[in-house]
T-cell receptor, first 121, second 113 residues
Framework: GAVVSQHPSRVICKSGTSVKIECRSLDFQATTMFWYRQFPKQSLMLMATSNEGSKATYEQGVEKDKFLINHASLTLSTLTVTSAHPEDSSFYIC?????????????????FGPGTRLTVL | AQSVTQLDSQVPVFEEAPVELRCNYSSSVSVYLFWYVQYPNQGLQLLLKYLSGSTLVESINGFEAEFNKSQTSFHLRKPSVHISDTAEYFCAVSERGFQKLVFGTGTRLLVSP
C-alpha cells in the first residue's frame, strides 16, 4: 500500500517560535500533497494544496505567511507554522496522491499521514 | 460548496451485531462520496468510495455503503462487527472533477465483547 509518514508526531513549543512539520510519501511519488487541520471533535479542514515545484494554493481564510508550505521533492512536503500562538494548537494532517507519473484525476486516492499534534504554550 | 453531516459522534455496539453509521451531505453539484477509517495512531485509510455506477459499494472487510441521491445520504453498514472494527470513521465528499475533500466530524465506533 501507499504509506505517508509525518514527523514529528507530537511537538510542544513556546509562543512566538516556529515549528516545521514534515510529510513524506515513503513508497510512492506524490506530485500533489494536501495539508489539513483538525480541531477536537471537529472535521478535518483543508488548509492548502501543495504541488511539487510550485507555490501552494491556500484555502480561504488560511494565512499563507503564517503557514509556509514547501513541496521541494516528489516525496517531501513541509509545513512551517511561523510565530506560533496558542490558537495554532491543533492536529495537522497531510495527504499525498500517487499518480504513477500519470495525469492527476479527481478520482485518484489520497493517502493520509498519521498526523502531528502541535501544542503551543 | 459542499458539507457533510455525521450526526452520531459515537456508536457503541456489541461484537457480531449489525451497525449503521450515518452520513448526509449537501451539495449543489454532482459529487463523489468516501468513507475513511482511522485506527488509533494511524492515518486515515480509504474504506470505500462512490464515483459512479452502482449505488451500492463494498469494502474488502465487509462494510458497504449505499448512495441515495434523493435523501443525499451515504450511510455505512456492516451486518456483523468485530472488535477490530473499533475506530473513527469519517465520511467525505468531493465535487466531481476536483480533489478537494470535505469531511464530516467523524463517528467513533466502539465494539465491545
Amino acid at each position: 500500500g501507499a504509506v505517508v509518514s509525518q514527523h514529528p508526531s507530537r511537538v510542544i513549543c513556546k509562543s512566538g517560535t516556529s515549528v516545521k512539520i514534515e510529510c513524506r510519501s515513503l513508497d510512492f511519488q506524490a506530485t500533489t500533497m494536501f495539508w489539513y487541520r483538525q480541531f477536537p471533535k471537529q472535521s478535518l479542514m483543508l488548509m492548502a494544496t501543495s504541488n511539487e515545484g510550485s507555490k501552494a494554493t491556500y484555502e480561504q481564510g488560511v494565512e499563507k505567511d503564517k503557514f509556509l508550505i514547501n513541496h521541494a521533492s516528489l516525496t517531501l512536503s513541509t509545513l512551517t507554522v511561523t510565530s506560533a500562538h496558542p490558537e495554532d494548537s491543533s492536529f495537522y494532517i497531510c495527504s499525498g496522491i500517487r499518480t504513477g507519473g500519470q495525469a492527476l484525476t479527481s478520482t485518484d486516492t489520497q493517502y493520509f499521514g498519521p498526523g502531528t499534534r502541535l501544542t503551543v504554550l | 460548496a459542499q458539507s457533510v453531516t455525521q450526526l452520531d459522534s459515537q456508536v457503541p455496539v456489541f461484537e457480531e451485531a449489525p451497525v449503521e453509521l450515518r452520513c448526509n451531505y449537501s451539495s449543489s453539484v454532482s459529487v463523489y462520496l468516501f468513507w475513511y477509517v482511522q485506527y488509533p495512531n494511524q492515518g486515515l485509510q480509504l474504506l470505500l468510495k462512490y464515483l459512479s455506477g452502482s449505488t451500492l459499494v463494498e469494502s474488502i472487510n465487509g462494510f458497504e455503503a449505499e448512495f441515495n441521491k434523493s435523501q443525499t445520504s451515504f450511510h455505512l453498514r456492516k451486518p456483523s462487527v468485530h472488535i477490530s472494527d473499533t475506530a473513527e470513521y469519517f465520511c467525505a465528499v468531493s465535487e466531481r472533477g476536483f480533489q478537494k475533500l470535505v469531511f464530516g466530524t467523524g463517528t467513533r465506533l466502539l465494539v465491545s465483547p
